[in-house]
C-alpha cells in the first residue's frame, strides 16, 4: 500500500508540473543543474539522467528522488523538485535549495560516492565530528558555551547520567555539513 501512496505522489507533481504550473524559466536551469549532477551510470558505463519534473507542492523545499532500484527493470529514476506555493513565481536559486539537493546527490553512485568519501574525508576528518568519543569530548568541554553547560547540567540532574551523543546523530551531522557546503559551493 505505501508503494502505491508514493507512486499516486509521484504521478500526481508530474501532472501539475505538465499542466504548466511555472511560468517562469527557472524550471529549465533546475532541469539543467539536476541532470549534471544527479545522473547515474548503469552497468555498461552509459550515462542515465533522471526524469526531472519541478512542482510547487505547497509544503516546502523537498526532492522526491526514486530510491535505486535493480536496472533491469528501469532505465531513469524519477527526480521531483518540489518549491513552496508561494513562492512559485519568485524562487530564487540560493544555499537551501542547493542543501537540498546535496541531499540527493548523496545518494547518487557518482557525486554520492565523492562526497561520502573525498568531501567528508576533508572536510570532517580532523574535526570532532571525526569520531563519536571525540565529539562527546568536544560536547562536554570546559570552553563549551555556558548555555550548553547549564542545558547538560540540567539533563545530568534530570536523569541522573551524562548526556552523550549517538552515533546516528553524528552521522546526522555530518550528513548536514556536507550538504551544506554542497549547497554554498552551488549557488
Not at 504550473?21 to 533546475?30: D, N, R, T, V, Y
Not at 539533563?155 to 555530518?174: N, P, Y
Amino acid at each position: 500500500m505505501a508503494q502505491l501512496s508514493r507512486i499516486t505522489t509521484f504521478v500526481s507533481l508530474i501532472e501539475r508540473s505538465r499542466l504548466g504550473e511555472f511560468s517562469w524559466p527557472f524550471a529549465h536551469e533546475l532541469r539543467r543543474i539536476s541532470q549534471l549532477l544527479l545522473n547515474e551510470k548503469d552497468l555498461k558505463g552509459d550515462r542515465l539522467e533522471p526524469i526531472i519534473h519541478v512542482v510547487a507542492e505547497g509544503q516546502g523545499y523537498r526532492i522526491f528522488y526514486e530510491r535505486q532500484v535493480p536496472l533491469p527493470s528501469i532505465q531513469r529514476r524519477f527526480l521531483v523538485v518540489a518549491f513552496p506555493r508561494s513562492l512559485k513565481h519568485h524562487v530564487l536559486l540560493h544555499t537551501l535549495f542547493g542543501h537540498e539537493v546535496g541531499h540527493t546527490a548523496v545518494f547518487t553512485t557518482e557525486a554520492g560516492a565523492v562526497l561520502s568519501g573525498e568531501v567528508k574525508n576533508s572536510l570532517l576528518g580532523s574535526s570532532p565530528l571525526a569520531d563519536l568519543t571525540r565529539l562527546n569530548n568536544w560536547l562536554q568541554s570546559k570552553h563549551a558555551p555556558q548555555f550548553v553547560k547549564d542545558e547538560l547540567d540540567e539533563f545530568e540532574k534530570v536523569t541522573g547520567r551524562q548526556f552523550a551523543l549517538l552515533e546516528a546523530h553524528r552521522e546526522s551531522w555530518q550528513i548536514e555539513l556536507i550538504c551544506d557546503l554542497f549547497g554554498m559551493m552551488l549557488f
